[in-house]
């Protein structure tokens, strides 16, 4: 079946404005994950749905930051004032939580560029 | 503190040769996941292998297979017979709790396979 997609695949933007990035899980798929990656680091995480609800936000880094899921598929992080320091690859996963089954699935990313 | 501690920023490693990539982890959970991943130069994270805390054999899948040792806290990948489509950096991550939630990721390694 289809991966996790991610839309769109690169964005570029002023200081100060507004962004949203999408993402599709795949089908199934009840939890939905949202890092960042940094050049050269590994992604760090920013927050995980449950079905429409967030199970834990503790890796948003401000209130500028918000992320819905209003119907438990696909998900929007929003961006607000963007910043320099916020370009990044935005990364998505989604995973099937049965038990013994949570691995992760990611998406291409969303290249983002705060000009 | 670090929780996941992959010391390697490179490796390289002769085509058709072995190669051990290593990661060592630290939580308080008896209950955890790890996890490895690959991400070649186009930049989408896939799913590698995977370890439960409680499983008592060492995973394996295919030419991955992860040398669990529970007590020393590491959990190395080994790659069999390289390829050198397995250039690649290989990130390794762990999941604290039984299942579901956030993955936490090491520093990555990156892997050149030489002809």
């Known amino acids: 079946g289809a991966g996790v997609s991610q839309t769109p695949s690169n964005k570029v933007t002023e200081k100060g404005k507004y962004v949203e990035l999408r993402c599709d899980p795949i089908?199934?798929?009840?939890?939905l994950y949202w890092y960042r990656q940094s050049l050269g680091q590994g992604p760090e995480f920013l927050i995980y749905?449950?079905?429409?609800?967030?199970?834990?936000d503790s890796g948003l880094p401000n209130d500028r930051f918000f992320a819905v899921r209003p119907e438990g598929s696909v998900s929007t992080l929003k961006i607000q004032r963007t910043e320099r320091g916020d370009s990044a690859v935005y990364l998505c996963a989604s995973s099937f939580n049965g038990p013994a089954k949570d691995t992760q699935y990611f998406g291409p990313g969303t290249r983002l560029t705060v000009l | 503190a670090q929780k996941i501690t992959q010391t390697q920023p490179g490796m390289f490693v002769q085509e058709k040769e072995a190669v051990t990539l290593d990661c060592t982890y630290d939580?308080?959970?008896?209950?955890?996941?790890l996890f490895w991943y690959k991400q070649p130069s186009s930049g989408e994270m896939i799913f590698l292998i995977y370890?439960?805390?409680?499983?008592?054999q060492n995973a394996t899948e295919g030419r991955y297979s992860l040398n669990f040792q529970k007590a020393r806290k590491s959990a190395n990948l080994v790659i069999s017979a390289s390829q050198l489509g397995d250039s690649a950096m290989y990130f390794c991550a762990m999941r604290e709790g039984p299942q579901g939630g956030k993955l936490i990721f090491g520093q990555g390694t990156e892997l050149s396979v030489k002809p």
């Open positions: 370890q439960g805390s409680y499983d008592e």
């Open positions: 089908s199934g798929h009840t939890a």
């Open positions: 749905f449950q079905g429409t609800g967030a199970a834990d």
């Open positions: 939580t308080s959970d008896q209950s955890y996941g």
